[in-house]
């Protein structure tokens, strides 16, 4: 995985143990001094530690769907994978049980990370579970991040690196690398990377306050 940390210029990078701990991202939330996040980066860690949330998850789909044979769906919530063509829906940011748009995967996975599920308020601010690696600060809630790949892996690194870049970095990002990416903004608008308009050509909104956005 590290590769992924390399290609996105930092923006994945599973060696965030320490960041994740000093936030306290997995309790309830902490404010850290700008000092002890400058200690926590992996770069000025003498043994960084990994944290598997941001690709655990897509590994055991595909661990999983090599054990299945034939047409196949297997959903752990906020990222299926798919053998075959089984239609699929993304969530609304703010309620996960509410779907915003819907589209056929075929032979693929979806991942969404998104900043909305899991907040804490610190200082004043609202921060997500999703620590930017690149500067070690915990990000705001700010929408979710789709991803379509071919395997669940990938899908479930760059839906965290495409959040932790941010709407317009990230779309462009996608755009230079190929990838399938469709972001839902706080202002209730769906945008797609080229790519993503090809593998989810027939993408429906569910949601009429929610508008596609080119």
């Avoid at 701990?21 to 770069?43: E, Y």
């Avoid at 769906?190 to 909104?205: D, G, K, M, Q, T």
Wanted: aromatic share 6%; net charge neutral; glycine share 8%.
């Amino acid at each position: 995985t590290l590769q992924w940390s390399s290609r996105t210029a930092g923006a994945f990078d599973p060696r965030v143990a320490d960041l994740v701990d000093l936030w306290q991202t997995r309790r309830k939330g902490a404010l850290p001094d700008s000092a002890a996040i400058r200690a926590a980066l992996p770069a000025n860690v003498r043994r960084p530690r990994i944290e598997e949330g941001a690709f655990g998850k897509g590994y055991a789909l595909d661990r999983m769907l090599e054990k299945v044979r034939g047409e196949a769906m297997i959903d752990f919530g906020g990222q299926v994978v798919v053998r075959g063509a089984i239609p699929v829906s993304i969530a609304d940011p703010a309620d996960r049980h509410r779907p915003v748009a819907t589209f056929t995967l075929r032979d693929g996975s979806v991942s969404t990370s998104s900043g909305s599920e899991k907040t804490f308020e610190a200082g004043g601010r609202r921060f997500s579970h999703i620590i930017d690696p690149r500067t070690g600060e915990a990000l705001p809630p700010r929408g979710s991040v789709s991803v379509i790949a071919d395997d669940a892996l990938t899908a479930d690194i760059l839906s965290t690196a495409l959040y932790v870049m941010g709407e317009d970095e990230g779309l462009r990002w996608a755009d230079g690398n190929g990838v399938a990416a469709i972001f839902i903004t706080p202002t209730h608008h769906v945008r797609l990377s080229a790519r993503a308009r090809e593998r989810a050509r027939e993408i429906e909104l569910l949601d009429r306050n929610f508008t596609l956005k080119e």
